[in-house]
């Protein structure tokens, strides 16, 4: 979480201050947002647990169970912003929960905490307070005409084990609500908590959507302390941390960030799958897992907003090519849906419908038998996020996203009244979609070593070999590379080739950019590549809190690097 900043709107943090606050956020508070009414320190607590449970360092060094540092956050590199919205008087603060979510916006975070409910009950359905949490997640503040999204998490509440307990607003539709599990500490790491508020929706839609540890969970506290405590604010957090890794490691590989609809797709299919049925009112589709979906190209294997219905009916239709026939693939569709009125039942507003054909079958999204998609016509009316698990895929699938109906304004920065657009991630397949593309590992090397990618077309027939030029912009060398086809008939090619300062390879400058250009008969794909080449200069390295058995070493560099410390016992 190096290159995050985080929202938690909360009861604040510590004294509110970025230094002399708890040992392990020392540091790591960007932001204090505090409201009328508030004592301006966090006199309950747990926004001090919240906190610490997403970003602490463990700087404190104090040994808890299992012989784990206490206060290790899911991402210590991350920088917090931190409200005190739920302290205040009143509460709401007199700007509503809208001005809370954009004083959070207008940090410069894009993913935001909430481990709390808006007091209005469980299981009542669409509430008014719905609207707004979808509406910002498109756009923070309704004063601007355009996008300022946010990926936003709720905790699903602490009102189980009953059905349809999920509190208020996190039936809403474009958030991320997250369900409580225990963890190897309790020696219950697959269970739900008998706390953790269940689903469905009221509508019947899928709520929680993933679920994560919150059981006894020991984090920081006021002052100097840690603390332990159970439930899904802690589930919610811990789950936070995790999506601010993926963002990061997603965010690094492609030209554009990941949309919130993108990154629910992503925390979907980076579940570990821990019921016999996918989903689960109790834990939705799994445990979050930040290992679960790490793909080699990942721009090959997603298509982000690119594309926007505007009439009920029209289709968006791709080639899935599987990448290992031993696995399944898994397919998810979302979309940032229009807000709702009031009590709408269902709350679904724009319905699309996610179609895969395999072995001579329609799957339609959301009919599992298990933990696996079963054949069926049968859509899916209510959820904004679909998903499909092919058991058995063949090498080559035609996918469909369809417009089912449209009733309100998917996208309301442009003048269209009825549209959608959408986000799709697939697991264990290259997507061909019908503009070519061009997938790099990442977007920066050093300059020297090899450049792997691959080249996606949706020609027919697919050519038998592909050729795509690469030119350096200040080294002023150029070489075409050519590309042969990663499996027969596919569209799919492979190709690689090497950054040197002489040939044979591509000749290159430290800073230079590289053009990777490929010409099809639909228009001509072009991904660009930066080449870092020098090494950042070591300034100094400082030995800090030195005892008897630890050190901590700050190593200070010309420019941000990672570094291996390698040391032994004398």
């Known amino acids: ?24 956020l020392d540091g790591q508070l960007s932001h204090f947002l505090t409201y009328s009414g508030s004592p301006g320190f966090d006199y309950v607590g747990h926004g001090t647990h919240i906190a610490g449970i997403i970003a602490g360092t463990t700087t404190s060094r104090v040994i808890g169970p299992m012989g784990y540092f206490k206060g290790a956050g899911a991402a210590p590199g991350s920088k917090l912003a931190i409200s005190d919205a739920l302290i205040a008087l009143p509460f709401p603060p007199s700007t509503g929960f809208q001005g809370m979510i954009q004083d ?3 940090t410069g975070t894009h993913l935001c905490n909430n481990s709390w409910n808006d007091g209005e009950g469980s299981g009542i359905g669409y509430h008014p307070n719905c609207a707004i949490w979808d509406s910002a997640v498109r756009n923070t503040d309704i004063g601007y005409s355009g996008e300022w999204p946010i990926s936003i998490v709720f905790s699903a509440g602490n009102r189980g084990p009953g059905p349809q307990t999920i509190t208020s607003p996190k039936e809403a539709k474009n958030i991320i609500t997250v369900g409580a599990l225990g963890n190897y500490l309790t020696g219950s790491p697959d269970e739900p908590i008998d706390l953790s508020s269940r689903g469905p929706c009221i509508d019947g839609r899928i709520a929680p959507l993933i679920a994560a ?15 332990s405590g159970s439930g899904t604010s802690s589930a919610a957090a811990h789950a936070t941390g995790v999506l601010a890794l993926m963002k990061e490691w997603w965010d690094e590989r492609l030209t554009h960030p990941v949309s919130p609809a993108m990154l629910k797709g992503i925390a979907v299919l980076s579940t570990d799958i821990i019921t016999e049925q996918i989903p689960d009112p109790a834990v939705g589709w799994g445990r979050i897992n930040f290992s679960q979906f790490q793909p080699l190209y990942p721009s090959g294997q997603k298509f982000d907003r690119g594309y926007v219905f505007t009439a009920p009916g029209e289709r968006w239709t791709a080639r899935l090519i599987t990448q290992d026939l031993h696995k399944p693939v898994d397919i998810v569709l979302c979309w940032t849906d229009p807000p709702a009125s009031p009590g709408a039942t269902p709350a679904l507003v724009n319905n699309l419908d996610l179609i895969c054909y395999n072995n001579g079958q329609q799957y339609w999204g959301n009919n599992f038998a298990g933990v696996f998609s079963e054949s069926s016509a049968l859509p899916d009316n209510l959820n904004n996020l679909e998903r499909i698990r092919l058991e058995t895929p063949e090498r080559s699938m035609n996918l469909d996203v369809m417009a089912t109906s449209l009733m309100g304004d ?22 061909v979609t019908e503009s070519p593309g061009i997938h790099l590992e990442k977007l920066k090397y050093g300059k020297s070593g090899p450049v792997e990618f691959i080249v996606t077309d949706n020609s027919e027939p697919p050519p038998t070999t592909l050729t795509v030029e690469a030119t350096s912009f200040f080294a002023n ?3 075409n590379i050519q590309c042969s086809p990663l499996y027969d008939n596919s569209g799919v090619y492979s190709a690689g080739f090497e950054l040197t300062d002489h040939e044979p390879g591509l000749v290159t400058e430290d800073s230079d950019i590289v053009v990777l250009r490929f010409p099809n008969s639909v228009e001509t794909q072009e991904k660009t590549l930066l080449v870092d080449a020098v090494k950042p200069d070591f300034l100094k390295i400082t030995f800090m809190d030195v005892n008897a058995t630890s050190a901590d070493l700050l190593i200070e560099t010309t420019e941000f690097s990672y570094c291996t410390v390698k040391y032994r016992k004398v």
Do not use: M
């Open 213 to 227: 540890p919150g059981e006894e969970v020991i984090s920081t506290w006021p002052e100097t302390d840690f603390s």
């Open 104 to 106: 959070i916006a207008s």
């Open 1 to 24: 979480g190096l290159r995050t900043r985080i929202g938690i709107i909360d009861s604040g943090c510590g004294n509110n201050l970025s230094s002399g606050n708890h040992p392990d």
């Open 410 to 431: 998917g996208v309301p920065e442009n003048s269209i009244l009825l549209d959608q657009d959408f986000a799709l991630v697939v697991k264990n397949a290259y997507l």
């Open 477 to 479: 060398d150029s070489l």
